[in-house]
C-alpha cells in the first residue's frame, strides 16, 4: 500500500531513477498518488513521497478530485528554462503544517513525458511555476527546508523537529524499517518495495 512519507524517511533525500517504461505499473501507481494528494488536499505529489524511486511526479493545481480535468502527470521532467525571481509560499505533504516564503525563479519551462509517453513542454508562472519546481526538486532529494532563509529556518526548526519526531515514532512503531533497510529498498526496487 502506497502512502505519503514524511521528513525524514530516506526516500526524500533520494535521487529518483529516471522511468524507463511506462506501464501499467505505473499507471496504477498514479492513479493512486492522486488519491493520496486529494486525501491530503495537496496540490503536487512525486513519487519519492511514496517511497518510488522514479523520476515522476502528479499534479492538480485546484487540488479538487471533482476536476480531473486538471490532472497532469510529468515523467522524467527537466527545468530548460528559468527567468526572474519572486517569493511564493509554499507546502509540502511531507511537512505537513510548515508554510513558508521561499525565492525561486518566477518562471520557468518544463520538458517532460505525459503518461501516454508524448514529450510535452510547458511554459509556466505563478502557482504553476512554483509547483512544477516543488515536485521536479523532490525528483533529486531536495526539499523546500533547503531554501528557507536562515531566520526563517530557525523559527521552523522546531516544527521541522516535529515532523522528524512524528517519523521517528512510526519507525518505533515498526511501520517502517530501520533507514538503511529503506535505503536497501529502494536502491532494489521494483523487487522490494510498495507497489500501489
Ligand atoms: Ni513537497
Not at 84 to 103: H, M, N, Q, T, V
Not at 139 to 145: D, F, N, Q, R, S
Not at 174 to 182: L, R, T, W
Request: hydrophobic share 40%; aromatic share 10%.
Amino acid at each position: 500500500m502506497l502512502r505519503i512519507v514524511q521528513y525524514p524517511h530516506p526516500a526524500l533525500r533520494y535521487e529518483s531513477r529516471p522511468v524507463t517504461n511506462i506501464d501499467d505499473r505505473l499507471r496504477t501507481a498514479v492513479r493512486a498518488m492522486f488519491d493520496l494528494m486529494y486525501d491530503a488536499h495537496g496540490i503536487g505529489l512525486a513519487a519519492n513521497q511514496v517511497a518510488i524511486p522514479l523520476q515522476f511526479f502528479v499534479l492538480n493545481l485546484t487540488a479538487d478530485p471533482e476536476q480531473p480535468e486538471a490532472e497532469q502527470v510529468f515523467i522524467n521532467p527537466e527545468i530548460i528554462k528559468r527567468h526572474s525571481a519572486d517569493d511564493y509560499e509554499e507546502g509540502c505533504l511531507s511537512f505537513p503544517g510548515i508554510y513558508a516564503k521561499i525565492r525561486r525563479p518566477r518562471k520557468v519551462r518544463v520538458r517532460a513525458f505525459d503518461l501516454s509517453g508524448n514529450e510535452v513542454i510547458v511554459d509556466a508562472d505563478e502557482l504553476y511555476s512554483r509547483a512544477l519546481q516543488h515536485e521536479t526538486d523532490h525528483l533529486h532529494g531536495k526539499l523546500y527546508i533547503d531554501l528557507f532563509e536562515p531566520n526563517l529556518r530557525t523559527a521552523l526548526n522546531p516544527k521541522i523537529a516535529e515532523v522528524e519526531a512524528g517519523f521517528r515514532a512510526s519507525q518505533e512503531r515498526g511501520e517502517f524499517p530501520s533507514d538503511d533497510e529503506i535505503r536497501r529498498q529502494l536502491d532494489a526496487w521494483p523487487e522490494f518495495g510498495p507497489v500501489a
